[in-house]
């Protein structure tokens, strides 16, 4: 199983709610797009920031920053505004191609997601029209490429 599907079924058998964005989900909707990190959205909810935390350090992945999901929930504006924090990311020590960001600033809470069966078993990845949206507000030009890739394949 790859380490996309390992982050997936984990987040899936812990209930979090959370959906692939960022280069992963561009190339799942059918836009060539090369990443070697994972980007996840999540409801933004306590509970689910806990329990996506614990998946992931059950797969031997430690946040980057010494903070833990009571403190990003409690403090994410201010993360935003004054750290510039847009990610919170893990990654494995002994392995630096797994890694996930999990993404502060959007709130899957409301939004449309695609669940796409893959070999390695299913990936939930947000809707285009929604990760089209996402991409848009962020500004990035790698964002700006994905949304011209996801709209060509419209």
Same mark, same amino acid.
């Given at each position: 199983?790859?380490?996309?599907?390992?982050?997936?079924?984990?987040?899936?058998?812990?209930?979090?709610?959370?959906?692939?964005?960022?280069?992963?989900?561009?190339?799942?909707?059918?836009?060539?797009?090369?990443?070697?990190?994972?980007?996840?959205?999540?409801?933004?909810?306590?509970?689910?920031?806990?329990?996506?935390? !614990?998946? #992931?350090?059950? *797969?031997?992945?430690? /946040?980057?920053? %010494?903070? +833990?999901?009571?403190? =990003?929930?409690?403090?994410?504006?201010?993360?935003?505004?004054?750290?510039?924090?847009?990610?919170?990311?893990?990654?494995?020590?002994?392995?630096?191609?797994?890694?996930?960001?999990?993404?502060?600033?959007?709130?899957?809470?409301?939004?449309?997601?695609?669940?796409?069966?893959?070999?390695?078993?299913?990936?939930?990845?947000?809707?285009? !029209?929604? #990760?089209?949206? *996402?991409?848009?507000? /962020?500004?990035? %030009?790698? +964002?700006?490429?994905? =949304?011209?890739?996801?709209?060509?394949?419209?």
């Amino acid at each position: 199983m790859s380490f996309l599907n390992d982050v997936c079924a984990g987040l899936t058998q812990a209930r979090v709610r959370y959906a692939v964005v960022g280069g992963h989900a561009v190339a799942l909707h059918g836009a060539v797009r090369g990443t070697v990190d994972i980007d996840i959205v999540v409801n933004w909810r306590l509970n689910q920031l806990r329990a996506t935390q !614990k998946v #992931l350090n059950r *797969m031997g992945l430690v /946040s980057r920053l %010494p903070i +833990d999901a009571d403190e =990003v929930f409690n403090f994410r504006d201010e993360y935003v505004r004054n750290r510039n924090l847009i990610g919170w990311n893990f990654y494995h020590p002994d392995d630096p191609t797994q890694q996930v960001d999990i993404v502060i600033t959007y709130d899957l809470t409301g939004k449309k997601t695609n669940r796409i069966d893959t070999t390695a078993g299913p990936v939930t990845i947000l809707n285009v !029209k929604e #990760l089209i949206e *996402m991409k848009r507000e /962020s500004g990035r %030009p790698q +964002d700006h490429a994905d =949304v011209d890739a996801l709209e060509r394949l419209r």
